[in-house]
DNA sequence: TAACTCCTGCGAACTACTCGCAATTAGGTA
DNA sequence: TACCTAATTGCGAGTAGTTCGCAGGAGTTA
């Protein structure tokens, strides 16, 4: 548990909040605000949503967590060191399936040399259908 | 002028805000619920907020046009036979260029062979960092 | 024209998120 | 250890974007 020391090292306060705030988005995997709340209120009932906001926001910007965007409208959490995947979020039945970053490896290289866009694969969910809605099966 | 046909062959009434929440969209090329409401008010000030989305909603359902994640929460609608094109989205000054759907061909290709996934490219934003953005320029 | 529905306008409600302020507390110092 | 200062928290209000219910009005068919 060397949170303290990563937060400290970035120059935050170690606060019991901020604790609970990071590791409820390391055990999550990925998370809404909402739900990183609840998960911190099972042990800190009385935290609240702003701070969860916040914290999120403060975790964000000296990098231990970055969010990203499932579609829905919210932004979904995640441990920064986590984030090598990229997210298929399937249209017909909403899942939302892992994959690996490097299938993007040619798309990414394509877009920096075309455009000398800088993509960044994981901010965005790739929208589509997954295997199981695209067979149909009766 | 075919669109009387259009929306009667859906099954939909023929209304002037639903004609005029459709041409707002296609001459608009992307728009957010509030721009067009923005600009069907040019013609008809009186139209509601609500009718837009619901006409946004309707028109979508009947394919006529397509919705877009740029990022900010907010939806951006596009005339459903528009959208030929991908956007990269760059986070550093919020700018939204065009892209080819080409070059994202072998990444929509991997992604089925490799999953079984159909890719809707278009459907989210490629986020990123946009080459002025990456130039470090004084 | 009459009747039947769909559609519209309106206002309230809702969700997700942000902000200001006063009280509290972490971390450094003497 | 006691104290000081600034970061942080909790709370409530505020905001933006979107949805919903309802009653009246309009498009469509016969």
């Known amino acids: 548990m060397a949170d303290q020391h990563e937060l400290r090292d970035k120059g ?3 606060t019991p909040q901020r604790e609970l705030v990071l590791s409820a988005v390391r055990s999550l995997g990925h998370a809404t605000p909402e739900e990183v709340a609840a998960k911190v209120r099972e042990t800190h009932p009385g ?6 906001y916040r914290n999120l926001e403060t975790l964000e910007n000296v990098g231990l967590v970055l969010h990203t965007h499932l579609g829905h409208g919210g932004a979904t959490y995640h441990a920064a060191e986590e984030l090598t995947h990229l997210h298929l979020v399937c249209g017909v039945c909403g899942s ?6 490097d ?3 040619q798309f990414v290289n394509a877009l920096a040399d075309e455009f ?7 901010h965005f969910a790739v929208y589509g259908t997954c ?3 695209t067979t149909p099966e009766d």
């Open 12 to 14: 935050l306060r170690l």
């Open 47 to 52: 935290i609240n949503l702003s701070t969860v």
């Open 96 to 101: 939302a399936a892992d994959a690996p970053i």
């Open 103 to 105: 299938v993007a490896a």
């Open 116 to 122: 000398g866009f800088k993509t960044d694969v994981t």
């Open 131 to 133: 295997a199981a809605c």
